[in-house]
């Protein structure tokens, strides 16, 4: 578009800034780190039964490897949508190389994706066996469908004897294993991108890729769990109003489901505990060096985003969840809103780094405002605004919904 200047629409600018600073990179780029953090966060979640043996997780690390997947399929698609030309988008992964962050995403991309597909396969290898030979000889369109599928996924391994399913668990632990680290590689490159920015005072800090790490162990253990207390919730409600008998009473389905979530939440707390710790040491220790852009940024900090900064992110997004969480006689409803909460903290300290680091003008004498578009009037203000966040944040659970169909993660033990 001739004479179109990315980001006009969405900034407004307070005292002195320079004529070509806007705020380019909008809320895209915020739930770009948001998404990939779930993505490492469900990952590593999944991983805790599976490299730790932390038996108490066996059903949720099941759930949350496939809804991993989801999540990282739909990862890549903020950075599309932000691209002026989304088809340069693939060169990112067909020219792959080290010679900058967003380029090695395309190796880590495809790597990591490797590793969550293969462990989902031998995860699930027993289960789709069965079901290549229980449809073998059914009649239906349906059903033919549904068993060549299966047999395409057998990948022609059959073999589902003791023996070999002990190798198949063998492989699970060494993938899930080497999935941890390239899961956090995965998204603390972002962190890196943003720490690395030396011409950006409030991103350029050492911190900056553990703490996208921490935050995303937290919202993907959060994410997992009020997923799976929707899904559960549901359950119970199709009970209820159902016809038929089920194998299972409200009963049965609400106790199973309490008891995995209080367990979960005891991990949750300690991730919490453990980004919000690194959050605060980065802002003690920025106000304690006091370098000589300081000065301008405490005016953000402790200005122009405090509402944002401590009443947004660390109170309603930190302080009032960790209590919610610690309180005695957990309830579902307490863990929803809580779960709600922390994924709001977790979106929010995005939001403030991403639109935070570009509030303060290079000039250090002037401030930018992001007003993000609610009602789209263009292709820019749709991708760039509310509905394009909202496409985006919807797409990993319409994967799921899909993968779930031929990998029930919640139903098959």
Known sequence: MEGYVHGLEWTTKELFTYPNEFIYWSIQIVMYPLMTGLVAGAFVLSSLYHVFGQKD???????????????????????????????????????????????????????????????????????????????????????????????????????????A?????????????????????????????????????????????????????????????????????????????????????????????LELIRKTSKYLVGFMIAAITLELLDLVFRGYTAVKSWDILRSVIYGKDFVNIFILQYGLGNLLPFVLLLLPKASIRRMVIALVLVLFGVFMMRWNVVIGGQAFSLTFSGYMHYHIPIIPHNIETFKEGLMGALVVGVMPFVLFWAFNKIVPSLKYK
């Not at 190389?97 to 380029?103: C, D, E, K, L, P």
């Not at 027993?126 to 057998?154: H, P, S, W």
């Not at 490159?189 to 800090?205: D, E, H, Q, R």
Request: hydrophobic share 50%; proline share 4%; net charge positive.
């Open 165 to 257: 399913l002990k190798k198949d668990e063998k492989a699970i632990k060494i993938l899930a294993g080497v999935g941890i680290p390239v899961a956090c590689f995965l998204h603390g490159y972002a962190g890196f991108i943003f720490g690395s920015v030396k011409a950006n005072a409030l991103w350029m800090t050492p911190l900056m890729p553990v703490i996208f790490i921490m935050s995303a162990i937290v919202s993907g253990i959060a994410l997992c769990m009020l997923t799976y207390i929707l899904i559960m919730e549901w359950k119970k409600f199709r009970i209820k109003t159902s016809k038929k008998p089920w194998e299972l009473t409200v009963e049965d389905v609400k106790g199973a489901e």
């Open 57 to 163: 997780l066996k059903d949720m690390a099941k759930f949350s490897l496939v809804f991993s997947f989801a999540l990282l399929i739909a990862a890549p698609m903020p950075l599309l949508l932000h691209l002026q030309h989304p088809l340069r988008g693939t060169e990112v992964f067909f020219t792959p190389h080290f010679t900058s962050a967003i380029s090695a995403f395309g190796i880590v991309f495809f790597t990591y994706s490797m590793i969550v597909a293969s462990e989902i396969w031998f995860v699930y290898r027993k289960f789709f066996v069965e079901q290549a030979l229980e449809l073998k000889d059914k009649e239906g369109i349906l059903n033919k469908i549904k068993g060549c599928i299966y047999r395409i996924l057998t990948l022609g391994a059959y073999d589902i004897s003791e023996e």
